[in-house]
């Protein structure tokens, strides 16, 4: 089938070609000429996304198949992409985002010497390559291949600056978590093949193989994909890799760690939809861990020092958000909050970078200051992101966010008010944030505040340009009470979330309040948090503060009942039982032989005498049994 | 006589001679229970030879069954002749070196 | 011919090189070698297509019902092209190494190879038993001679547990061939006895077999001889242990132990599994503790290994393919680490974690080698490692048991466990500080980035077309599973 889509196997191979380059030539290649083609590239497939976007939206959806990955038997996974809607919306938000985050690091990550920056976005456009088979995978297989890619991408990239000792840990916890959750994701794709022999996103989702699963089998599909999720979304019980991950470079932290791979379980469940949609048991798991996770991360976040940190715990939050939506059947509500997140979050994480290269290196916000008059861009375009982070019409955050609330009061004023309560706790923090770091005197030495310049063009029109998005990024999901028709989000989603028509039960009346409802209190926040931290002192926290700040001491329960232990158990297995057990087994054996040997040569005693002896016992003894006992 | 008289005579010389085998310290002692338990034996053929050729010579008279018993005597006393031969040149060896035929003295086998 | 000639060459070039003084032509001689066997075995593969000239029958001891056959069928081309490109990434890898008397080293080295060519060509079973000990012999030698300090007394005891576990697989041969129709010990009499032999004969006839086989490979818990003799041995012979003798085991397995005592291996499969995935775990929880590299590598050996063999019990053709096509990767990447190891070993004298550390920043191109090694290790997709376990994960799914769920989750745990222990060794030998024990570390040089950069393409080629490998070994596994099915044909399958 000849379709002009084919060509689409370019959107993944830029990039990878880019890592190609950049990873081979970086010993040789100048900075500016590995700048330019890791951002080119991705320019290249940002491009192509477009056109593709465009594509899609006159209709032309299709599934290009390249080759046959895996045959066996009767089962048959092709190497394919598959261009429908979803995947052209997460193209253009991945290669989008990443081409600013790319032109950003250029600029960021310039003191690094030539190889190591020809290293960096050599591992930055893997990453990007490793993104796209994700979304464009047109089967679980394809899709599972960019999932563990990514993992990989964002261990190589967490531990960049391998020479430091925390950081490389950091790098390898992201991992195995990731790998735990993988795990599930792996079992639900065995328990798919099992049943239906097939691993295509259009044969699972088709009524034939849908009627073929039992309800327990969707459940437990549903379930450990969502478990998959949970450690590549960072949710609840799989999420404290996360923050651990602000190790990287800052940059990576606002692709990676916020716009693109922390998504791929919300982009997979949206896939999933239909099956999905199938199990009650599921959705009310998924809601709840969502609502959860966003609840807990930002009381975290209410107590962080670290300006990454406090944005690390709001991803965490924010995606606990969207797999709120998910879980409620919101899935467009979800995807459109993936979209608006990635704009804010981004710029959030790279405004959080230009404050870091302005304060030398200083991560910490009880250093900073009345930054707002140095570094002006900086301060406005962070302002921009939290006032859409709060979710203030008309910013985009506020769209997303509230079409998640609606679906919540739809489902249960409980979730509801919950989730009202994580909003309203998302507001006070971030605004916390902004306060403490741009307001307020400089709590810094003087030599850092000599230091202090806004950063140089190369990052300052990216944030420019994520502002901007930030702010008429919500005008495609206007919802309908609003202006009719002005969904356009759910309106070009439909053919792939089926079952997002949930008939608005609620009267146009309602729903304005909630919105503004939701608003005011947000407002309310964002001015106590004003008058608290405008002029902002540290003081030593206690009691429930401490313990926010100590993030729960979630980690050190893992520690201790997860880590420690087989720790112990290794220990225990390689000491005793390989030691003293098995070997020693071995080992007695051989002993054995060798105190049997010893006492048989005692019969040689030499004495000849003893010797006739023997002879006439045994000849005796043959004697007796040959004619007396054989018959 | 009866061939049981034979058996027991030759039975008693023979648990004689392994008696005197197992128990005697002297070298030419223990030479000579074996040439003891080698007679003893010797003694059964015979008898048993002539006890299956008179059965023989009852039912035919011109037969010669029974002497293989009396031709395995000679390869018997040519086997002890050799033996002893051999033997006692090692005992007088023996006596040449240590002055003394006592058997306990022959342990040198365990190095 | 092509069988014959495979198993000729290395053994007459192995003999020729005791007799070359020059260090430098015998190491020349000896990947010259190689090279050969690797043309032969790839134009077996792909330019041969006459079968009558992929196997020879000759005669042997026809009094004792044994004849001289071997035959390169699809297992046999597999395994015979791993081990022929091992062979010559081994050489090249190693190519620097000094030995002393290495006309000995080189010519034992030959030698071993071919006899490991003969115990995957063998269609006769006492020709099997004779190459397997062969293997043997040269093996030895290499490790007492040219090996660690403990070298004398681990290789004794290498020797004597391997060894016995043979002559339990003698005793089983010896007992079979009394029961073939014809008193020989072709495998064809012997697949003929799957469907005659008693019920309670193939019971403890399995274990007889099976206990040579885990030895081999080895399974827990027949497997303490191995982390000591990796660790004792010279590299190469290492490389070779681990990465070309443990398919011994496993062509064992799926050539002559479940096609011919295919109901004793249905009746003890449940208890091979669970012995199986225990002894992943195991290997696994263990490694994840220990401080040297050589041990960990050994270990990681253990637990692959382990999945393969559960794979082989799983009797069914997804898991045989995938057991295949990880049999050639599993011998690539592991061959991969130990060149590593090797390397490292010979740049500072040890491979202990005390002694090393920070290294990338000395030799960053080795840094990225070994990383990508190790993450083929452990199943990222796009190597060929996730071909492989994918594949067989998705074939013990399949097992037709009430616990296919706990055996999938054990492996997949083993995955998990296989992440967290290889990316703690990345970290100790490559991240962080540089060692104060650490002086002068030279980054790779060009013989050994040539190996190591053939282990990666190969890598990165079969995880990206896995089918090039699964296409060849397609119909090996129908019959195998065909073979295998016989059984569920037959009137009673208790107590015939």
New interface residues.
Partial sequence: MNNVLNIVYLIPLLPFIGFLINGLGRKWLPKSAVGIIGSGVILGSFLLSVWVFFQVKGGNTHTADY???????S?TIP?AFQIDQLSSIFLLIITGVGFLIHVYSTSYMHDETK?HFGRYFAYLNLFVFFMLLLVMGANY?IM??????VG?SS?LLI?YW????SY??A??KA??MN??GD?AF??AL??I??KINTVSFSEVFSAASISKFSATDITGITLLLFIGATGKSAQIPLYTWLPDAMAGPTPVSALIHAATMVTAGIYMIARSNILYSLSEVTMTVVAITGLLTAVLAATIALKQNDIKKVLAYSTVSQLGYMVLAMGLGAYTAGVFHVMTHAFFKALLFLGAGSVIHAMGGVQDIRYMGGLSGKIKITFITFLIACIAIAGIPPFSGFFSKDAILLAAWQKSPVIYVIALLGALLTAFYMFRLLFITFTGKFRGTEEQKHHLHESPSAMTIPLIILAILSVVGGFIGIPNVIMQGGDKLAAFLQPVIATNGEAHHVAASTEFMLMGLSTALVILAIVAAWYMFRNYQYKESKGLGKVLENKWYVDEMYDAAVVNP??K???F??NV??KSG??GV??GA?RLVQYGSRQFRLLQSGQTGSYILLMVLSMVIIFIIQFFLRK | MPINYYIFLSVALFCIGIVGVLTRRNAIIVFMCIELMLNAVNLLLVAFSKMHHMKALAADVASTAGTDGQLFVFFIMVVAAAEVSVGLAIIVMMYRNIHSVDINFLNRLKH | MIAVLLILIPLITGLATFFIRNDKLVKAWSLFATVITLAVSISGIWLVKDAKYLEHHGTWLQILGSSFSVKLDALGQLLCLLTAIGYFLIFTATWKNVYSKSYNFYGLMLLALSGLMGVYLAMDALLLYFFWELTLIPVYFLCSQWGGERRIAVTF?FF??TFLGSILMLVGILYLQSKTADHSFSIKSFYELQTTLSKGDQSWLFWLFFIAFAVKMPI??F???QPDTYQQSPTSTTMVLSGLMVKMGLLGLIRWLVPILSIGAEMWSYTVIPLALIGLI?AS??A???SDMKLIIAYSSIAHVALMCVAVFASN??AM??VLLQMFNHGINIIGMWMVADMIEKRTGTTKFSGLG?L??KA?TMAIFFVIIS?ANIA???TNG??GE??M??GI??IHSPYY?WF??AA??G??LG??YT??MV?KI????LSTEVTGFEDVSLNEKLALSLVVILILVLG????AI?NMT?SF??DFIERINIIQFLPSKTGI
Avoid at chain 1, 144 to 149: K, L, V
Avoid at chain 3, 464 to 467: A, H, K, L, S, V
Wanted: glycine share 10%; proline share 4%.
């Fill in positions: 080759f046959n990955f895996l045959s066996v038997g089962l190497f190889e297989v599972f291949m960019g999932w563990e890619g990989l261990y531990g391998f020479k430091n000792k490389n840990k790098a390898s991992f195995v790998r735990i795990l792996l079992i065995f328990w093949i099992g087989l720790k158990f290794g220990n297995l390689k039982i390989e098995i070997d071995v080992n051989g | 005891k004597v547990y827990f818990p497997h303490t001889w195991y929880l263990i994840l503790r220990l053709e997804i393919q995938g920070g990338a920043q960053p993450l990222l997709p796009l996730f071909a994918f594949l994960f998705t799914m399949k769920l999938t989750i997949c745990a995955v998990v992440a967290a990316l703690r970290r490559f991240y962080g500080e990206i077309y896995p089918q699964l397609d596994s129908k």
